[in-house]
């Protein structure tokens, strides 16, 4: 099945550690996103990238990172200076088409709790 | 910074009534919208979108509208039932920048 897949699904980390979040997607888009939900509100952008090699930040990058080395794979690294990472992530992506934008599909997200 | 945003947090609507639900956005130049519905847990999943150069659009019980002089947005829901209790997100995007803003969410609570 074609689709965007997160992992794990729920994961516990201590306080200054790093922690990578994994997301691959087997649907051949060339843009992928990471966003970050906490409770009762929206979804704010954290990097993207369009294309293989290069991303961008997004509107909270601090304190996190990401790689883009192949076109399927986008993982972030929640890191030790992140202040408040406990939250729900979520990741992305679309088709980088000629038309401009399209939707973006959505992985089921990965719950990370701080402990 | 500009934003888009939902005008309710929160909405209860009667089984087999029609559901509205707004966002209003400040963006003039954002060109494209779309709405998603997240169900608990989960990851948000697309319902329909609309580009600036269009009004309205039909989907399967779902209609958008734009209303670009008062950069207003709406998803009107026909005939709801318990599966479409959510949070219902819009955003928006502009141009060639890919990356899409989020509102805060309305959610839609539905009474038997």
């Known amino acids: 099945d074609g689709g965007i897949t997160q992992s794990p699904k729920y994961l516990f980390r201590k306080e200054g550690q790093n922690v990578t979040l994994s997301c691959e997607q087997n649907l051949n888009h060339d843009a992928m996103y990471w966003y970050r939900q906490d409770p009762g509100q929206g979804l704010r952008l954290i990097y993207y990238?369009?294309?293989?090699?290069?991303?961008q930040k997004g509107d909270i990058a601090e304190g996190y990172s990401v790689s883009r080395e192949k076109k399927e794979s986008f993982p972030l690294t929640v890191t030790s200076a992140q202040k408040n990472p406990t939250a729900f992530y979520l990741c992305?992506?679309?088709?980088?088409?000629?038309?401009?934008?399209?939707?973006?599909?959505f992985g089921q997200g990965t719950r990370l709790t701080v402990v | 910074g500009e934003s888009v945003g939902l005008h309710l947090p929160t909405l209860s609507v009667q089984e087999g009534d029609n559901s509205i639900i707004n966002c209003a956005y400040s963006n003039s130049a954002s060109d494209y919208f779309i709405w998603y519905k997240q169900e608990s847990g989960k990851g948000p999943q697309f319902i329909i979108d609309i580009r600036s150069n269009m009004d309205k659009r039909q989907g399967q019980r779902v209609t958008v509208l734009l209303n670009k002089t008062v950069k207003h947005l709406s998803l009107q829901i026909a005939a709801t039932q318990p599966g479409d209790s959510a949070v219902y997100f819009c955003?928006?995007?502009?141009?060639?920048?890919?990356?899409?803003?989020f509102g805060a969410g309305t959610t839609v609570t539905v009474r038997a």
């Open positions: 992305a992506s679309s088709i980088n088409g000629v038309v401009g934008h399209t939707e973006a599909f």
């Open positions: 955003a928006e995007g502009e141009g060639d920048d890919y990356k899409l803003s």
């Open positions: 990238s369009q294309i293989v090699n290069d991303f």
